[in-house]
Each structure stands twice: as C-alpha cells, then as structure tokens.
C-alpha cells in the first residue's frame, strides 16, 4: 500500500493499492493522450467517449467539458484565440477528464465525458440557454463565435451536442437507478475577482437536494478542507445536463466542482478520486434511507 497526499493548500492522508492507483493514473494518462492529438488527427472522433460501458456499478460520472478539442468543421479547427486561452478553463475543465475517469474506476461504473470544447458549443446549457455559444468569457472575445448565426448553431447542435446527450440519456437509461455524478472544475480566481476560498464545491438544485447534501456533511467531516454549498455556483440551471437526465426522470444525482489546480495532473486526479469514491458512496446510502 502507498500513502498518498492530496495536492494543494490542505494535508489529507489516504490509503491506496498500488496495483489499483496505477491502472487509474494510466487511463488518466490515454484519455490526456488524445487531448494532444492534433486536429487532424482527431477531426473524425465522435462529440463524446464512454468508458466503462459495461462496469455494473449504479453510478454513471459525467464530465461535460472534458475537453478543449475544436472539430475541423468549426472554423478551420481554430476559434481564434491564443493557445494559452484554450489552454484555461475558458475552454474546458481542466483536469475534471482525469478525475471522472479515476472516480469512476473506483466506483466501478462506467464514464461519459464529452469532446469538444464548452466555446464551441457548450454541452451543459439547454438549446435556448442564451450562453450555449459564447462570444466573450471570462475578460476573452472568441473571433470564431462573434458572427455565429442561427444555422451555424444548429449545425452545432446536430454534430456535438445532441449526439452526446443521446449517448448520455442512454447510458443513464441503462439501468432502473442510476445515480449520476457530474465532475467538473473550476479556477482558482476569475480575472478581476477575489480568489475563491474552497477547494472543492457541491452543487445541486432546490428541487432534489438529496444526495448533495449529506455529501457536504461527509466532505465537511475532513477539518482542512473548505467546501462550498452551491458555490462557486448555484446549482439549478434549467435546460443544463442534471436538469435533463436527472431531475426530469427523477434519479439521484450530484454535480462536483474540484478547484483545478488541484487536480491538474493524474496523481491529484487519483487522490480526489481516492477521497471522492468512498464518501459518495456513503452519502448514497444515507440518501436512500
């Protein structure tokens, strides 16, 4: 066994098998792997992977903006903006790919993770959400969005969006009582704002408040680690991911925002997946009591 220490601005402990920790840094590592294939390489890979489809867990992890891939299709593979743009959470979840990865290998269960990047079309808003393409965020103008029409996005639309959500309500159709959980990350500091003080965030809507909030207690239970209780978003979003296949049908669900320095690298995605595993499962049980 190895002791592992979780990255950041706290201390916490945890135990884990090497065997075990290895196959998780190593599907961190492939799925990183495709985020470097260049566009060309990458331009006939479908808006979405799954991983895991056949794991028997009840759990389905999401990760809706796992990626800042922009399909050839969209302006030329290129939006227009600088490399370290793209590199910032402006474009995706930096990290959260990883950790939904780890998490759900620990929780037996299988992964969907989109593939394209949140500026080209954001997998996570409903179809009328006017930020389902954005033109400016977070202090940068995206050249590529500026004078994107209604046919565009429904282009957008057919070829990345609807094409992941089909998968996912499949996959969360798969069995009677799914439980979905929704990784993404956050940055430390938005452009102009104060630092955000939490390193980890629960958010959940008012209308099913269930599993999230006996997981705040449990994560609330590690004395050096701030959690945010709908922070550093409100969690009821209509239209958004949790909304659709969740809230709609009923399922027990949770969305989790990691700060992302913390899991920019696979061993602090291993580590939170190591912390996360455990006490969501716990949080389940009390929430089906």
């Known amino acids: ?64 903006h796992a ?57 996570n808003r409903g179809e009328e959400d006017p930020t389902l393409v954005m033109r400016l965020y977070d202090g940068t103008i995206i050249p590529a969005n500026r004078s994107v029409d209604a046919v565009e996005v429904e282009r957008r639309l057919a070829t990345l969006h609807r094409p992941y959500h089909t998968a996912y309500a499949a996959m969360a159709a798969r069995q009677q009582e799914t439980v979905i959980v929704a990784i993404h990350s956050f940055t430390p500091c938005l452009r102009g704002r104060l630092p955000r003080p939490w390193q980890v965030g629960v958010l959940y809507s008012h209308l099913d408040a269930r599993l999230s909030l006996p997981l705040i207690d449990r994560l609330r239970a590690f004395p050096d680690l701030c959690v945010g209780d709908n922070e550093p978003y409100a969690g009821h979003l209509p239209g958004d991911a949790i909304d659709r296949h969740a809230l709609q049908h009923g399922r027990h669900n949770t969305l989790i925002e990691v700060r992302n320095d913390l899991i920019g690298d696979a061993g602090g995605q291993a580590d939170w997946a190591a912390l996360l595993a455990p006490v969501l499962e716990a949080a389940l049980a009390r929430a089906i009591l």
């Not at 600088?82 to 995706?92: K, L, V």
């Open 1 to 64: 066994m190895a002791e592992i220490g979780l990255r950041g601005n706290w201390r916490f402990l945890c135990r884990v098998g090497n065997d075990k920790r290895e196959r998780i840094l190593s599907s961190a590592r492939d799925y990183a792997f495709t985020d470097r294939l260049n566009t060309k390489q990458r331009q006939n890979l479908s808006a979405y992977k799954i991983i895991g489809q056949q794991r028997p867990g009840r759990w389905l992890v999401t990760c809706d």
């Open 67 to 123: 990626s800042s891939r922009v399909p050839q299709d969209v302006a030329g593979g290129d939006l227009g903006i600088e490399p370290t743009d793209m590199a910032r959470h402006i474009a995706y979840d930096v990290g959260a790919a990883g950790l939904t990865l780890a998490l759900a290998e620990r929780l037996n269960s299988p992964a969907i993770l989109s593939d394209f990047s949140r500026l080209v079309i954001d997998a």
